[in-house]
């Protein structure tokens, strides 16, 4: 069974990709990438005092979220949300465990609190005022491709937008010896049921047994496979008007989530 949506905004940020505008010349072909770091920017959605308590996984995440909502001209309060990462805030949990191996083990509630997997959900919250259901998804390497179906399946079931937000970031030593996660990267769509003036594509997937798409330029194909989040490259080439049109991601046990893009002329 094939599961289906129109794609009516994008969001981007990584090495390289400051937004989807910059991210769709280079995947496209017509811009020549340049993997720099990241800058990731304040949060100015958020309220100060939440605004401090931050980290770069939720600045990366609401970055993403706010350009795909604002593409699609949407009221970000009331779209549903799907966020999907396969490792959270990695440099809190490096903090929570330093904390506890220290001799006192005091442990900031802060630290506590941006401990939970769906901190960005709530960060997200707050920031738009959004009071509708989200869901929060770990599906290691597969998250991202995870993510989309469990968004796809809310727009199939309760015919309305919803916004997916993916999004990875490195952890610090020793932590990253065993979780290396190259570097960060976050990605956003919100997909609806219809087709609208702000529509990009459409968009049909389907779980399929075949090998997943890469990239052909080298540093992109080692983006994708460094960061799980950026397993989502393949699509946004596709989305970007770049080739081929077709773009099976890298899903659960082998399989790949194979997604047909049909641009919207």
Known sequence: MSLGAYVDGIGVLGPGMPDWGAAARILSGSGEYRPTASELPAPSILPVAERRRTGRVVRLALAVAMEAVQG?????????????????DGANCHEICSALAAPQRELSPTRFTNSVHNLVAGYWSIAVGAMRASQTLCAYDASFAAGLLEALVGVAIEREPVLLVAYDAPYPPPLHATRPIAAEFGVALVLTP???????ARIETVVAAEPAATLDDAR????RCGVPAARSLPLLAALAGGSPQVAPLEYLDAGTLRVQVQLCG
């Open 72 to 88: 699609a001209a949407l009221d970000p309060a009331q779209l549903p949300g799907v966020f999907t990462s396969s490792g959270g």
């Open 220 to 223: 992109l194909e080692a983006l």
């Open 194 to 200: 219809g087709r609208s003036a702000r529509s990009v």
